[in-house]
């Protein structure tokens, strides 16, 4: 697999270098068997463990079988077997979608057997018709509120020589990772096709970093470890490890917030398309979404009709906020993102 999974990262550069109606009719299954759908590792299995899939069972009868998985890692396994795939539906990162949207590996999705579809914002229709941004998470500075009192307010502040040694990263390997280092770029005068100024930047932090993370959830381990005190994270890491009894929050950077949205794809050669279709309609519909942004999850609803609320609503009052956040261009970062992604490993070290 590990093969596979960096064959993916290559093709990177390849490309271009529970209980309410869900707005479907009731559709027949009986001779469905199972629907196989993947999530993320973390608080994602478990919101969709806990809200969508008892959600789709009710308004389909089938339970799903869930998949904890990284997006590069499931393209992987589907690219390994097209003819027959593991998975029938798959939630990604924004990066590696695109990064493959023309391999065709990804149906379609029958906008008739999905109507939630025009719940959606424009800023979160795909338009090659081939996914559906599913939400969003928000990602911002993160901090010991214990051993800094007065909370950062912008990436600068890390060079600050009182945070020697407190500082985490996240690989580029991570879509965090990715997204984080497209800003630094961006902000010290480069972007996602000139990522010369983030390395500069990150060259400078070396003295002040303390240990350098795989994913956000070793990242968030390590915060509960008390082994770094400041950090790019997201707010539903966050908030599970502040529900957790660990002093973190999260600050707005100077920069404003930013955005890293999800896509959800019926994989081609899936046996049960119907049930794929109604599983997405599901993972739309206002109830889960809604259900999915309030706490203890917080990740940002893409429905129109979703309410922010709690520790959401002190970042994004509603989907035009959500809509301003910085995001990353991908189509431009993905060709040399392999590149990047080697080069991050070989430079930062602790």
Known sequence: MKLQRRSILKALGALGATGVSMGIPSLSFAQAKALAATTFPGAWEESHRGILLPAFRKVSGVQANLVASLAVDT????????????FDVVLLDEGPYLATRDQGIYEKLPTDLIPNLKELPAK??????????VSAQIYGIAYNTERIKVAPTSWADML???YKGRIGLVSMGSTLG???MAELARINGGSEENME?????VKKLLPNVGAVAANPGVLATLFQQGQIDFSVHYINNIEALKAKGVPVALARPDSNWGLVRSTMHIVKNTKVPELAAQYINTALSLDVQQKM?????????????AKFGGSLAAIAKNMEDLEGFRSTDWLKLNPRR????????REVKV
Do not use: H, M
Not at 76 to 84: D, G
Not at 197 to 201: C, E, L, N, V
Not at 293 to 305: I, R
């Open 75 to 86: 393209v992987a396994k589907i690219n390994a077997s097209r003819a027959a795939p593991p």
């Open 124 to 133: 979160f229709i795909d338009p090659t018709g081939q996914g559906a941004l």
């Open 160 to 162: 600050k020589p009182e």
């Open 178 to 180: 990715s997204a984080w």
């Open 197 to 201: 100024p983030a390395f500069d930047f």
């Open 293 to 305: 942004s309030d706490a203890p999850y917080f990740v940002a609803p893409t429905n129109k009709g």
């Open 338 to 345: 392999a590149e990047y992604i080697d080069r991050f490993n």
